[in-house]
């Protein structure tokens, strides 16, 4: 059973800093990523990382503030968010790809998808 496991989340002052991971089990996994959904709007991509050669893909809203990185022997993936703003308020989902990709943008390259966790910054 594929099961992907986020955790992390939390409220936070504008200007800090919290850390996502995604634990994944069940199968391979070649490309994870992270998407966000904020109240009223689509969800949107932030990030991805290739999890053989590490490659790593951000929005132009997130680049230079979070970091993705992996622990391919825990299965693991984590986003490093600092410099947090209140327009990054939202539920952050781990979506994880069993397709032979280099990177993923797009939500409909993924086949896997975390339950969501909420992340919250207060101005």
């Known amino acids: 059973q594929v099961q992907l496991v986020e955790s992390g989340g939390g409220l936070v002052q504008a200007g800090g800093s919290l850390r996502l991971s995604c634990a994944a089990s069940?199968?391979?996994?070649?490309?994870m990523g992270w998407f966000r959904q904020a109240p009223g709007k689509e969800r949107e991509f932030v990030a991805t990382?290739?999890?053989?050669?590490?490659?790593?893909s951000y929005a132009d809203s997130v680049k230079g503030r979070f970091t993705m990185s992996r622990d391919n022997a825990k299965s693991t993936v984590w986003l490093a968010m600092n410099l947090l703003q209140p327009e990054d308020t939202a539920v952050y989902y781990c979506?994880?790809?069993?397709?032979?990709?280099?990177?993923?943008?797009?939500?409909?390259?993924?086949?896997?998808w975390g339950q969501g966790t909420q992340v919250t910054v207060s101005s």
């Open positions: 979506a994880a790809a069993s397709r032979r990709l280099g990177l993923a943008l797009n939500e409909n390259e993924y086949n896997y």
């Open positions: 990382i290739n999890r053989s050669s590490g490659s790593t």
């Open positions: 069940g199968r391979t996994f070649y490309v």
